[in-house]
């Protein structure tokens, strides 16, 4: 997530928040997308101070 409110005018950007998250991918993209979801909530939840406004 990157702060576009205060970007400098050089085009540089503060990075505010970032997720990482681990694991194999398959052949089943199904599996795949369900996997890369439950990961991001997982992120956001171990995050709770993110807000959307």
Known sequence: ???LENA???GQ???????T???ALGSDF???VS???N???QSFT???YVKAN
């Open 13 to 19: 950007y503060k990075v505010i928040w970032n997720s």
């Open 30 to 32: 199904s599996g795949n």
């Open 46 to 48: 171990q995050s709770p």
């Open 39 to 41: 990961a991001l909530n």
């Open 21 to 23: 998250s681990f694991g």
């Open 8 to 10: 400098k005018t050089n």
């Open 35 to 37: 996997r890369g979801v």
């Open 1 to 3: 997530m990157y702060d």
